[in-house]
């Protein structure tokens, strides 16, 4: 192993991004195997299992190898762990795979993975005040350690359920820890290592996170609003979230236009192009659960309303920037661990050569095409057959980007 890469926690990335690969694939299949079943309750058992296959096998094993690569950079220190980052991603890869297996095939095991899960966000909300620690406290920080604070709120939430104990109704429960997991974990962490990276990625130089830190504090105090409304199910809280929510999202793509204004490079990159309209998803997610709240006739029942507002903010919002983030992060970390294995860098490519560029692209004009027809899908069926295979285009495309830069890395190494 290169011991620069070592240093970089490149192996910890890639590592965690090959299971997120994986977590792709089997939410591809899980949408094309589930295809009819996207017009019943989103809390049915076979959507509710394709949710945590996205959220806790896909983004989540994403999220936490770009946390031990890049936030000892956003905190100017060091990683506090490497030997716990390691048992946290193990355990949660462990814990997740096993969950979601449970809610396919049986219920029993469930209390046991989950508690692996809980087990591994404790590990990892110690390894960043450790992390953290080692370097200065920023506003990034800040956002990120209250985003692993609703994520362990969130698998409190989700361990009751998964051992039949229900505190509150059960749909209001479900709603509460979904957007607790929206908006507290995936949005806030999004933001706050976003507004690091954005303008590193860009070259936008002297920005000021004014913005970025309002709809951070906005995404940390909305799903307090948010409780309220799973207590006493009136539609004034949720009203008063969901403005609370919109103010968050205009906050921070307010902090985005001013990067591509102070850009340095001319052309948007296909990759950041896919970031940047990520913000998009959760504008038509909160106007689904707007009407949710609202009688509109049998053609747009509450249920299928609140589906399509998952479905926007998830594979939708999250998996847009997900994407976009990952065309920008894995080229720029392999660049960097392959620096120590020749002489000044010479004979190294450049980032964005190390990739496979014209898959971005593609992407770019294909995954937002499956969110928008999987949407339509719900309430529509021929939609949904347009969106399964789109989102089946995007990911096998997907696995050969990953694969094809894997290989690239592996053989440089070897030279």
């Known amino acids: 192993m290169i011991p620069q890469a070592r240093a970089n926690h490149y192996d910890l990335l890639l590592s965690n991004f090959a299971i997120s690969l994986l977590g792709w694939a089997g939410t591809a299949y899980g949408i094309f195997h589930f295809r009819d079943s996207f017009q019943i309750h989103f809390y049915h058992y076979s959507t509710i299992a394709l949710l945590h296959t996205f959220t806790l096998l896909t983004i989540s094993p994403a999220i936490l190898g770009v946390l031990y690569q890049l936030l000892p950079v956003v905190v100017e220190g060091k990683l506090g762990s490497r030997s716990l980052a390691w048992f946290t991603s193990m355990t949660w890869w462990t814990g997740a795979t096993g969950f979601v297996i449970c809610r396919l095939l049986g219920p029993h095991l469930m209390p046991a993975f989950a508690g692996l899960l809980f087990l591994a966000i404790l590990s990892l909300i110690l390894q960043l005040l450790w992390t953290i ?13 209250a985003a692993s604070g609703w994520l362990l709120l969130m698998s409190v939430s989700g361990a009751f359920m998964a051992s039949g104990i229900y505190p509150l109704p059960a749909l209001e429960l479900i709603q509460w820890h979904a957007w607790t997991g929206v908006l507290g974990w995936f949005s806030l962490i999004i933001v706050g290592l976003a507004t690091r990276l954005v303008p590193m990625f860009m070259l936008s130089h002297g920005m000021e996170e004014r913005w970025a830190i309002y709809a951070g504090s906005i995404l940390v105090v909305t799903p307090v609003i948010l409780l309220p409304d799973a207590l006493i ?21 307010i902090y985005l236009i001013q990067c591509i204004r102070k850009r340095m490079r001319r052309r948007l990159e296909a990759a950041m192009v896919l970031f940047l309209i990520s913000f998009l998803f959760p504008l038509l997610a909160l106007i689904c659960v707007w009407g949710s709240l609202y009688d509109l006739g049998p053609a747009f029942p509450s249920h299928r309303m609140t589906h399509a507002a998952m479905i926007l903010i998830l594979p939708g919002f999250v998996g847009s920037a997900t994407l976009g983030m990952s065309f920008k992060i894995l080229p720029f970390m392999s660049w960097m661990a392959l620096q120590p294995g020749s002489k000044e860098g010479r004979g190294v490519p450049l980032p964005q050569d190390i990739g496979i560029r014209w898959i971005p692209s593609i992407i770019l004009c294909l995954y937002p095409v499956s969110v928008m027809a999987l949407t339509v899908g719900i309430f529509l069926h021929c939609g949904t057959l347009i969106g399964v295979f789109a989102i089946l285009g995007s990911v096998s495309l997907y696995v050969v980007y990953f694969l094809h830069l894997l290989i690239f890395v592996l053989r440089r190494r070897a030279i």
Do not use: D, R, T
């Not at 620690?133 to 350690?145: P, R």
């Open 133 to 145: 620690g080692k370097g200065h406290w920023s506003n990034s920080a800040w956002q990120v350690l």
């Open 233 to 253: 199910e009136g539609k004034g809280f949720a009203i008063a979230g969901m403005l609370f929510v919109i103010s968050g999202y205009f906050s921070y793509s």
